[in-house]
């Protein structure tokens, strides 16, 4: 009951110990309440009654010991919380003007806020309305059942006078905005705060009907106990300073210009903070998408590089194998043959094991040249490099093209006798291919081979391949298709 706080007395009201009493051992009193500011006004959110009406309701009943309790407003019309009263389901309705009919079936109380009606039309539109007698030739909207519809039959006539439900009185001001009606007559305060409540910004107060005031008070169920409550109510009205609630709660389109700002900052807070954290997600989504096709195209191009990176390896190879083979045969050409023999000479001189090589040159081979043609040479020596291929199959063995017709086998760990086994199965191997040579001895093609052997002392790589050269050239010396060799220790 803190709206009391604002209520005051201007002379004391006595109240007997017996009234006290009597008014202690009542049922609390039912109050129903109508939104009419700033006498009443009920905060569906705090779920709260407030107003001058509810500050008076409350000083007085907690004077006379009276308890209360304001019913939880159902969507009631005016009249039908005035018939609730009337009819005893209810005690009392705050706040109410007096008419005439309402007077004869309910008890009023001495008024105790006086309000007053505003015409309001669209924004912008100046009728010319200093009264209510100005009021004649418009189309007027009005709330149904208001005790102001009385007077305002006996000026405007009844096709221009349009009454509209008052449970929100949404129909009246749509109506005014559509042009159904052209002025609306509504409490002035009440207004004020429907105006920043429901935005009718394009509405306007043109006129206050200060020449038709309506003074306010409690309306009453008739009942005996309720006409001694009612009395008891009169005696404190008529000596109440009202200054101090009026002045809390009159300010109502101050306040609601105020909460109504805060509403809106508020909610553009929201609506930026929203539309920033949208912007937010988006610019984010983007990244992330753009990130991912990065990474992407970086899976892609590491993809190519690799498979770039493999088919050089596989080109160098390629080429590698190709600047050590001879073209011709398939052979190792002398290049890799060169190497072979530095290696395994170092190790023979490191390990001691026989080392050997075979030099092989055709028989007359320049007469299968000049008599079948080159083409039938070049065949001869690929025979003759498969010969020597199948010959020596270790691994550790190396066949290589030397020369023009000249083939080189080297042969590590090969003691001189499995070296000369060796040549021997090369020449004979070649002997039994029946290769025709006309000028060769048995009229087929042979070749000589040179053995050499190094099992022990100090010679070096180039004197061994000259020792198997010398070797090759004593077999032909001494009349080809043989094998000639030689040990160095
Ligand atoms: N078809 C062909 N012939 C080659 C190739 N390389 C060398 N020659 C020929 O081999 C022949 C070697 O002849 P010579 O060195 O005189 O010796 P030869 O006729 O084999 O007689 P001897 O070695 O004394 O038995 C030459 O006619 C070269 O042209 C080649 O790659 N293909």
Known sequence: CEGGDHVRLTQPVEIEAQELAAFRAMAPLRVLSVDAPPMARY?????????????????????????????????????????????????????????AERAERGLFTRPFYESHYAVIARKGWRPEIRGMADLAPFRVGVIKGVAFEALLNEVVAADRLM??????????????????????????????????????????????????????????????????????????????DLSGAVAAHEDGERQFI?????????????????????????????????????????????????????????????????????????????????HALLREHARQQRTGSPLSLLMTDLDHFKYVNDHYGHAIGDDYLRTVA?????????????????????????????????????????????????????LADGGRLTVSVGVATLEGGHSSAAQLLAQADEQLYAAKRAGRDRVHGVVLR
Request: with cysteine; charged share 25%; glycine share 6%.
């Open 43 to 99: 905060d569906r959110r705090k779920d709260q009654h407030s107003g001058i009406g509810v500050d008076v309701l409350c000083f007085i009943t907690q004077r006379l010991g009276l308890r209360y309790e304001i019913l939880q407003p159902q969507d009631l019309t005016v009249a039908e919380k005035i018939r609730q009263v009337q009819d005893g389901r209810a005690d009392v309705l705050i706040p109410l003007s007096e008419n």
């Open 163 to 240: 009454a509209f439900d008052d449970i929100s009185s949404a129909g009246l001001f749509q109506a005014l905005r559509n042009g159904v009606v052209d002025v609306a007559v509504f409490s002035k305060s009440i207004f004020d705060e429907k105006r920043y409540l429901h935005e009718y910004f394009d509405l306007e107060v043109v006129h206050t009907l200060h020449d038709a005031p309506r003074a306010y008070g409690f309306y009453f169920n008739p009942s005996p106990s309720n006409q001694r409550i009612v009395q008891a109510f009169n005696r404190h009205l008529a000596v109440l």
């Open 258 to 338: 105020e909460r109504y700002v805060a509403q809106r900052s508020q909610h553009l807070f929201w609506q930026m903070a929203v539309g920033a954290a949208v912007l937010l997600v988006l610019v984010l989504f983007l990244a992330l998408r753009r990130y991912h096709r990065m990474l992407l195209r970086l899976a892609q191009s590491n993809e190519q590089i690799l498979l770039q990176q493999h088919a050089l390896e596989q080109a160098n190879q390629e080429l590698r194998k190709l600047s050590q083979t001879d073209g011709l045969t398939g052979l190792a050409n002398r290049r890799q043959f060169d």
């Open 386 to 438: 498969r010969v020597l291929q199948t010959s020596v199959p270790r691994v550790t063995d190396l066949a290589a093209r030397y020369g023009g017709e000249e083939f080189i086998c080297l042969l590590p760990d090969t003691s001189a006798e499995d070296a000369h086994m060796l040549a021997e199965r090369i020449r004979q191997g070649v002997s039994e291919l029946g290769l025709p040579n006309a």
